[in-house]
């Protein structure tokens, strides 16, 4: 697509988070999906844009993952989850012939397939873009800040799990925000305990507290816990029909 550079396709997006985790598997991907539902709940229309190059993961989780993406005047039509296309989401999965193929690309060519995202996706008019990232600091997230240079990002939402290998991580990603100028909107400790769906007693496997400490050290605003809640964990593996079937008790509302 030539001069897609130019193309202003953000301009009725009226709020950026982008999604950030030192390390993979701590939920970022979940978080993500969390936070745009709560957002659908809330009467807004939601895109999320997974530039998970290597993993994407979103498409499985919204059950999408046969869709394609499609051309239009603007750019490539996103996939829309529901009926009332109030959650659009683009991803490379989309693009690939075989949804299970491995993606073995050199930083320039992740760059700019992430900068034709930012410019080339016709996202129409967005309450919310919500940035799903790969884990750590790398040249998908120094595209992506760069691509979004020109817009004004409300911030980075930092997910962590509760243990120090993880939070240690998540140091590294709140220099990575302080480096590049990018606003740090709060930290999220997920897989906090796990309350028994029998009994309701929660217990603290991977211990607690540890992304609510973090935040205190480095002066970042501790936005909540979501616990280890199976259903959820089961909802997303089998990519339910999410709207009806997701659990209403894991649904994100630190943003509420
Ligand atoms: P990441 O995007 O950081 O790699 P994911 O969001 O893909 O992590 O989550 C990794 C796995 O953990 C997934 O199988 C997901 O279903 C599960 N998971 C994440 N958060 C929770 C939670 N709060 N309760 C239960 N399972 C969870």
């Known amino acids: ?28 991907s979940t978080v993500t999906v969390q936070l745009a539902l709560s957002l659908r709940q809330a009467g807004k229309r939601v895109g999320i844009l997974d530039i ?12 999408l993952q046969s869709k394609d993406v499609h051309q239009c005047d603007a750019g490539w039509v996103p996939v829309y989850a529901d009926r ?51 884990p750590g600091t790398s040249d998908e997230h120094l595209a992506l800040v760069e691509g979004l240079q020109r817009y004004s990002i409300d911030g980075a939402l930092l997910v962590t799990t509760p243990q120090a290998v993880s939070t240690g991580d998540v140091r590294r990603e709140i220099t990575f925000c302080r480096k590049t100028g990018l606003h740090i909107l709060g930290i999220v400790e997920n897989m906090s305990g796990f309350v028994c769906p029998h009994c309701e007693e929660c217990s603290n496997v991977f211990s607690k507290g540890g992304g609510e400490e973090l935040a205190k050290v480095c002066g970042v605003r501790f ?34």
């Open 1 to 28: 697509m030539e001069g897609d550079e130019d193309k202003d396709n953000l301009s009725s997006v009226k709020h950026i988070v982008v999604v950030l985790s030192g390390k993979g598997g701590v939920g970022k």
């Open 52 to 63: 998970d190059l290597c993993g994407p993961s979103i498409p499985r989780m919204l059950n």
């Open 84 to 134: 009332e296309r109030t959650i659009a989401l683009m991803s490379i999965s989309f693009l690939l012939e075989n949804v299970n193929d491995a993606v073995v690309w050199r930083g320039p060519k992740k760059t700019a397939l992430i900068k034709q995202f930012i410019s080339s996706v016709a996202w129409g008019e967005l309450d919310y873009l919500i940035v799903d990232t790969p």
């Open 223 to 256: 936005l909540g816990c979501i616990p280890l809640d199976p259903q959820l964990s089961h909802s997303l593996e089998e990519g339910r029909d999410f709207i009806e079937e997701f659990p209403q008790s894991a649904t994100f509302t630190a943003f509420k």
